[in-house]
């Protein structure tokens, strides 16, 4: 009998040669790049699409998709996919960072970007720490959690609240924005989002931003069923997943854990 060796289905957008990727097993970022190529090949833009990535494990998409790319600078992101999008405004720009370079070095940038309702779509995976350089504490760290410069756990008194990227977004941005945090544990609503945040660019409505929660376990230290309880309950206790704004809808109230999925 002839053996039949099944090939894992992949977006049409991903460059295959660059298979299988270089992220940790388990990392959420696989996850997350697979439901954007999905996203990008259901709006059928791959041609148009310039994807930005940041330094840090985003770092390892650059030759991920099949399209143009460019490099950055740690933070910096934000601000090369404005000034591409300015150049040539038929462009679909995509910024990708993890939430070091969009919530501390890259923040200034966020928050200007967002004011200015820029026309661009800025991506930000949120797995606790700053996993590249061995998993330091984070401006998304959770209150107890230990990191590599927290080794006893975040302090609220000392290092204050983990930044929460999507409300801040849907507390700036202007009418015609979309903002939304989703999760790779519910991978299909993600890419809802996706298409949602693209479409808004497409629109040229306005500025549009989605947070996913995302897994680490190198970093976390954690087996199979510890990663996911973290991911699915400590992380969306905090962060709740959900649409924070709509384009031309204004702003929303968050929804409660689990509404959308």
């Not at 519910?186 to 040229?204: E, G, H, S």
């Amino acid at each position: 009998m002839e053996k039949v060796q099944a090939v894992p289905a992949m977006p049409k957008s991903w460059r295959r040669e660059t298979k299988t990727h270089k992220f940790c097993p388990g990392c959420g970022h696989g996850i997350f790049l697979k439901m954007l190529g999905e996203a990008i090949d259901e709006l059928g833009i791959q041609d148009r699409v310039v994807f930005v990535s940041d330094i840090g494990c985003c770092l390892l998409s650059l030759d991920f998709f099949n399209m143009d790319a460019v490099q950055t600078h740690h933070g910096r992101a934000t601000p090369v996919a404005t000034g591409l999008k300015r150049a040539n405004p038929d462009l679909i720009l995509i910024a990708y960072m993890g939430d070091g370079g969009a919530y501390a070095i890259g923040a200034q940038h966020l928050v200007n970007a967002a004011t200015r309702n820029e026309r661009i779509t800025v991506l930000v995976a949120n797995n606790t720490n700053y996993a590249m350089t061995g998993g330091q504490m984070a401006p998304t760290t959770l209150p107890g959690q230990k990191t590599e410069t927290c080794p006893y756990g975040r302090s609220v008194e000392e290092q204050g609240w983990p930044t929460k990227g999507a409300e801040m977004v849907a507390a700036i941005a202007s009418d015609g924005a979309y903002v939304s945090r989703g999760t790779t544990a519910q991978p299909r609503v993600l890419k809802k989002y996706f298409k949602a945040a693209l479409q808004t660019q497409m629109n040229k409505t306005g500025f549009s931003f989605v947070e996913a929660l995302a897994a680490c376990p190198t970093n976390w230290r954690t087996n199979n069923v510890d990663t996911w309880k973290f991911l699915e309950q400590d992380m969306e206790s905090y962060f709740l997943p959900g649409e924070y704004r709509l384009a031309q809808e204004g702003l929303k109230n968050p929804n409660t854990k689990g509404e959308n999925v």
